[in-house]
T-cell receptor, first 112, second 114 residues
Framework: DSGVTQTPKHLITATGQRVTLRCSPR?????VYWYQQSLDQGLQFLIQ???????AKGNILERFSAQQFPDLHSELNLSSLELGDSALYFC???????????FGPGTRLTVL | SQKIEQNSEALNIQEGKTATLTCNYT??????LQWYRQDPGRGPVFLLL?????KEKRKERLKVTFDTTLKQSLFHITASQPADSATYLC?????????????FGKGITLSVRP
């Protein structure tokens, strides 16, 4: 158990819909990262927050957004969903940007 | 463009042998490199981190080397066991300022047969 929690574990929805994925980092970790993993693309970095502020951005679509709240939990919002958004979404946290990242169990999103 | 290559999709070895996994990169100057293990349907688990000024790092049966001239890292598992079967990912980070982010390779799937 990494100490990072993600909800929900599975999510099935239709094209055009909007969903919210939630992540709680390990106790004391200030950095939260979001990744998307699909079979053909591998693990793709989406975005990082550090203590409530956006710190780095990767291959995140404009339809996607995220935020980190004062209690350090984070949410990833995915809107106008397309079939190609079906993937595993992982959240990770770290104590420092140069340290290892601890990954949550992931949310499997299926868009029908 | 920046590229990370893990040179094969799968590696099959006999129990007890040493597994060697390769990570090559181009157009990149990472400050450090990390190796993760991922089991099917689960999140990656951190294994080892090596910095650009380090040549080798060890942890129990694991060893990683980092050659910034060759732009290559090798990950070794000695005395491999069937429980080592998993996908292994390398990840690079430039570590420049506050906007650091890890870039992962696609991984190599290791199968250790009894």
């Amino acid at each position: 158990d990494s100490g990072v929690t993600q909800t929900p574990k599975h999510l099935i929805t239709a094209t055009g819909q909007r969903v919210t994925l939630r992540c709680s980092p390990r106790s004391g970790d200030l950095s939260v990262y979001w990744y998307q993993q699909s079979l053909d693309q591998g693990l793709q970095f989406l975005i990082q927050y550090y203590n409530g502020e956006e710190r780095a951005k990767g291959n995140i679509l404009e339809r996607f957004s995220a935020q980190q709240f004062p209690d350090l939990h984070s949410e990833l919002n995915l809107s106008s969903l397309e079939l190609g958004d079906s993937a595993l979404y992982f959240c990770a946290s770290s104590a420092d940007r140069n340290n290892e990242q601890f990954f949550g169990p992931g949310t499997r999103l299926t868009v029908l | 463009s920046q590229k990370i290559e893990q040179n094969s999709e799968a590696l099959n070895i006999q129990e007890g042998k040493t597994a060697t996994l390769t990570c090559n990169y181009t157009n990149y100057s990472p400050a450090y490199l990390q190796w993760y293990r991922q089991d099917p349907g689960r999140g990656p688990v951190f294994l080892l981190l090596i910095r650009e000024n380090e040549k080798e790092k060890r942890k129990e049966r694991l060893k990683v080397t980092f050659d910034t001239t060759l732009k290559q890292s090798l990950f070794h598992i000695t005395a491999s066991q069937p429980a080592d079967s998993a996908t292994y990912l390398c990840a690079l980070d430039k570590g420049t300022g506050a906007n650091s982010k890890l870039t992962f390779g696609k991984g190599i799937t290791l199968s250790v047969r009894p």
